[in-house]
C-alpha cells in the first residue's frame, strides 16, 4: 500500500489547511487497512499522533488533545482517501504531516506517507 499527503503549505495564524491522503496498491491489502492515522513531526521534535479514524465504522475517530475542536478527520472509504480539516492554526501546528494506516492483523502503522509539510506564522 502506498499513502501520498497533499494539502500542506504556509498559512498564517488562525488559518485553515485541508490534508488529504490517498491510499493506492493492491486490493487485498487495502480492505484489510484498519484504521488510517494523521501523525505531526515539529521541528526538533518527535513524531506525535494527531488524528485517527477506522476505514469500516468512520464515525469511530479519535484527536490529541491538543487538535480537539480545531481538527477533523474525515474518510471517503469509495476513493481511499483520509483528509485532516485543521482550523484555527497555531504556530505550535507547524510541522510535518504524515498519513499513516494500520492493518487489522497489526498493532502498528505499518504504511507511511512522504509526509506534506505545514507551516504555520503567527
Known amino acids: 500500500v502506498q499513502l501520498q499527503a497533499f494539502g500542506g503549505g504556509l498559512v498564517q495564524a488562525g488559518g485553515s489547511l485541508r490534508l488529504v491522503c490517498v491510499a493506492s496498491g493492491d486490493t487485498d491489502d487495502i480492505i484489510r487497512i484498519n484504521r488510517m492515522a494523521w501523525y505531526r513531526q515539529p521541528p526538533g521534535g518527535q513524531r506525535e499522533l494527531v488524528a485517527s479514524?477506522?476505514?469500516?465504522?468512520?464515525?469511530?475517530?479519535a484527536y490529541a488533545d491538543s487538535e480537539s475542536g480545531r481538527f477533523t478527520i474525515s474518510i471517503d472509504n469509495a476513493k481511499e482517501e483520509v483528509y485532516l480539516q485543521m482550523n484555527g492554526l497555531k504556530p505550535e501546528d507547524t510541522g510535518l504531516y504524515y498519513c499513516a494506516a494500520q492493518r487489522f492483523d497489526s498493532y502498528d502503522y505499518g504504511y507511511w506517507g512522504q509526509g506534506t509539510q505545514v507551516t504555520v506564522s503567527s
Open positions: 479514524i477506522t476505514r469500516r465504522e468512520s464515525t469511530n475517530y
